[in-house]
């Protein structure tokens, strides 16, 4: 990767300087960005499904800026002003919530009755537990390999939790939910919880893909034709996600204090990275604040 390259789409800032005017946000509000950088032209875009834009950049990740920079720039209509009852560490969780609210709306959006399996209890399968609970589901099981992600889970309101590395995690979880999942949200999104996810959803059942895939997998084509299972795509999320996260967030039904389990001055970024992919930590944040000790 060239550089200099600055990761970081999760952000919370404050906006120091316009280039021109903005009904939406002043110079000293606080703002999260929302990351999807959209040609605004294309059919997708056109039709308000902006998160599927043709050309689309994602601030962070396939753009050369990001938020792990003392300053940048970003469009105006990128910027999302932050509520005053909003702390920065429930404002830093904004982001990372819209993208299980956008995977729940396009499972329901009104699960209410179903049974629901998430595969995966890291920030995204924690927050999607949180996003699919208040959208009506009657009993949510989850999976993880470590067992303090499954103690956690079940802290955070898990009716149930399973080890997905045990033989047999599928039919521990058919036989919890009574026979089969209606929605399987994979928050993980490998060959083996792929193939976990297929064979938990019931007939009819759908199963959506909430995880990043590093690569390509298979699938029983036969199954999913003869079981009518859904596969339902879903990619990150639009400004509706946002609001409703935000609504959340200020209602407490998400509580920062729940997920963000260590944070690190920018100066120690690497350490902060080593430390998110420990397995050991929920969400990790990082502070530009070269002042902020870390909590770790």
Do not use: W
Request: proline share 6%; charged share 20%.
């Amino acid at each position: 990767m060239p550089l200099p390259y600055h990761p970081g789409h999760e952000i919370v800032g404050v906006v120091t300087e316009l280039n021109g005017t903005s009904d939406a946000v002043t110079v000293g509000q606080r703002v999260v960005i929302e990351p999807i950088l959209a040609c605004g032209t294309c059919k997708y875009c056109q039709d308000g499904r902006y998160n599927l834009c043709a050309t689309m950049i994602f601030f962070g990740c396939t753009a050369p800026d990001g938020g792990m920079a003392d300053e940048f720039t970003v469009p105006i209509d990128r910027l999302v002003p932050v509520p005053d009852d909003l702390t920065d560490e429930q404002a830093a969780l904004i982001e990372p919530l819209s993208t299980p609210v956008h995977a729940t709306a396009l499972a329901g959006p009104d699960l209410s009755g179903k049974t629901v399996a998430i595969l995966g209890s890291g920030t995204i399968g924690l927050l999607t537990l949180a996003a699919a609970r208040r959208r009506g589901a009657a009993r949510i099981v989850m999976t993880d390999a470590l067992a303090p992600k499954r103690e956690l889970a079940l802290r955070l309101g898990a009716d149930a939790v399973f080890d997905a590395t045990a033989d047999d995690v599928v039919d521990a979880v058919r036989a919890d939910l009574g026979t089969s999942a209606d929605v399987v949200f994979d928050c993980v999104a490998i060959q083996p919880t792929v193939d976990q996810a297929i064979a938990m959803a019931t007939k009819g059942g759908t199963f959506v893909v909430v995880g990043v895939p590093a690569a390509p997998v298979t699938i029983p084509l036969p199954e999913i034709q003869d079981l009518q299972i859904r596969i339902q795509g879903s990619a990150t999320y639009t400004r509706q996600d946002y609001l409703e996260s935000i609504a959340m967030l200020q209602a407490g039904t998400v509580r920062a204090e729940d997920f963000i389990t260590a944070q690190y001055p920018l100066a120690r970024a690497a350490e902060a990275f080593a430390d998110a992919s420990s397995g050991q930590q929920v969400k990790v944040l990082v502070r530009a604040d070269s002042a902020a000790a870390p909590t770790a």
